[in-house]
Structures are given as C-alpha cells and as structure tokens.
C-alpha cells in the first residue's frame, strides 16, 4: 500500500503603496510502492521515500516618484528526494524486489534573483537581472564507498539588456551583455575518493533585431559571442595522474529566422542558427589518462508553426 500527501499554501497583497509581496509553499511526498524482500538488503543513509518542497517569495517594488521603474525580488528554495529507481523483480504484481541496495538522490536548491527594469517611454527599456543559486547535490549508496556522490556549487551571474521598439515597429530588437561565475566541488566515493574543483566564467555578447517585411512578415537576425573559461583540478582513485587544466573556449552564433503571420494568433517560420558547447577535459578509463576534448558546435534549421485559442474557440 502506497501512502502520500500533497499541501500548497499561498498569500499575497499589497505592503504599502509602491510595495506587494507574495509567498507561495508546495509540499509533495509519498511512500515508496516497493517492498524489498532481500533479508541482506542495505539501508544506510539512503532514502527510498519521494519527497518534493518548494517556497518562493516574491516582493514588488513600483515606486509612484519614479514613472517606468520597476524593481523585483524572488526567493526560491527547493528540496526533493528520490530513489534511484522504483523496480520490481519476478513476479511483478506483487510490486516486491530482491535486489540487495537501492540509492538515492537528494537535490537542495536556494536561488535568489534582483530584477530591476524601467521603461524610458520613448520605445527603450533598460533591464537586469542579478541572480545567486547555492546547490547541493547528494547521491547516497550503501555500503558508502559503492558510488556516494556529493556536489556543492555555487552560480553567480547577471545579465543586462536594452531593448527597443515594439512588435507593431519597423525594426525592435534587443542588444545585452551576460556573465556568470560557478565554482563547484565534487566527491566521487567509489575504490576510493575521487575529489575535483571546478571554476567556469562565461561571457556573452549578444544583439538581435526584427524587421517587419511586411504587415505579417518579419526578419529577424541575431548574433552571439561567446566566451568560458574553465579550469578543472584534483586527483582520482582511478589514476596516479594529478588533473591541473585551465582552458578557453569561444565562438561566434549568428542565428536568421523569417516569420508570416497567417492571423493574429497562428505564425509559421523557418530558423537557422548555431549552437555550441564548450570542450574540456575527460578521464580515459582504460588508460589513466586525462584526454581533452574540443568545443562542440552544431547548425540547426527549424520549420515552425504556431497557433492560440481565444475564449470562443481555435483561431
């Protein structure tokens, strides 16, 4: 028999004049639906219960003195816990196992983001976004040294952009700048422990603009330059090497798409722009040794179509 719960919770309302806030709480669990019938089964640290929590906080600032501002606050904690997997052995109506371990997961995020925006009322608005994430990830296995995994990173980025125009316009388009910093410590607990410390700093430049063709025909032409640097450190029990990389990595992603408006609410289009993926360094198993691997870039073409409904049915 599988037991569970599900609760939300949530308030909201104005603080003051220019100030509203807004709290929401989302708690989800259950029991796990299998029975482990192996007498030398392996609890330890592991937990084989689902469990999912989520609060967000939000508070609203529009100051009445300061026409077109807007400042935004949001505060976001997440906790969820999984069983590697829910499997069952023969015969599989009686929902039992007789396997002898089952690990779990454990993800605990806290993210806080500062949006700040003001519409200028001559077509330019100005916005940024400062974001702040602490993240612990956990992979428990019993016994301890049979694949324990433990990730600790922390995010710090921004991202400013300027827009202009708007899609009634002849030419709109967008121009911003965007950097992050991650640092992550990660701990392998398998034949011994295996520890790294990574650093990531990525830079991107970019642009875009739309030109109205036509009443329902648009181009829209975008361009990215993209920069990480990464630098990776630590020892492994799978080899004697020691791993001391830093490297850097960038490119160049124009992205073209052209738009028709059949009505006010159903679009089709053609894309073709460039994706990338940056490159680093890997451990070859069988030989022990740290091999790099070049950036990843790839051409994409989409074909697209689009539609809405409105309250009295598909347009």
């Known amino acids: ?26 708690d989800w669990a259950r029991d796990n639906c299998i029975d482990y019938t192996n007498p030398a089964f392996a609890v330890g640290s592991t937990d084989r219960d689902h469990e999912s929590h989520t609060i967000r906080a939000k508070l609203l600032w529009q ?38 371990s089952n690990p779990s997961w454990r993800l605990r995020t806290n993210t806080t983001i500062l949006d700040l925006s003001h ?39 921004n991202e400013t952009r300027a827009t202009f125009g708007t899609p009634e316009d002849r030419i709109s388009g967008v121009t911003g700048l965007f950097v992050s910093h991650t640092d992550s410590d990660e701990l392998l607990d398998y034949r ?16 875009e603009a739309t030109w109205r063709l036509a009443d329902r025909r648009s ?7 993209q920069r990480d640097d990464i630098t990776r450190r630590g020892v492994s029990s799978f080899t ?3 791993l001391d990389d830093d490297e850097s990595f960038d490119a ?37 040794e740290y091999v790099p691997f070049d950036a990843e870039t790839s051409w994409n073409s989409e074909i697209s179509a689009a539609s809405g409904c409105s309250t009295t049915g598909w347009n």
Do not use: C
């Open 1 to 26: 028999m599988e037991y569970g719960s599900h609760s939300r919770l949530m308030a909201s309302g104005s603080l003051s004049e220019d100030l509203a806030g807004r709290i929401a709480v989302d």
């Open 63 to 100: 100051p009445q003195e300061i026409p077109g501002f807007q400042g935004k606050l949001t505060f976001l904690h997440g906790m969820t816990n999984r069983p590697n997997w829910e499997a069952v052995t023969e015969p599989y109506e009686d929902l039992e196992s007789a396997t002898a």
């Open 119 to 157: 519409d200028f009322g001559n077509g330019w608005t100005l916005f940024n976004q400062l974001q702040y994430s602490d993240i612990r990830i956990k992979r428990s296995t019993e016994p301890v040294n049979s694949g324990t995994v433990v990730l600790d990173q922390d995010v710090t980025s």
């Open 192 to 207: 011994g422990t295996t520890p790294y410390d990574d650093r990531k700093d990525s830079l991107g430049l970019f642009a």
């Open 219 to 225: 181009l829209t032409g975008g361009l990215r330059y």
């Open 240 to 242: 004697p090497n020691l």
């Open 252 to 288: 160049w992603l124009p992205k073209l798409a052209l738009a028709h408006d059949l009505d006010r609410s159903s679009r089709i289009g053609v894309m073709v722009s460039k994706g990338y993926n940056p490159g680093g360094v890997t451990l070859n198993l069988t030989s022990g």
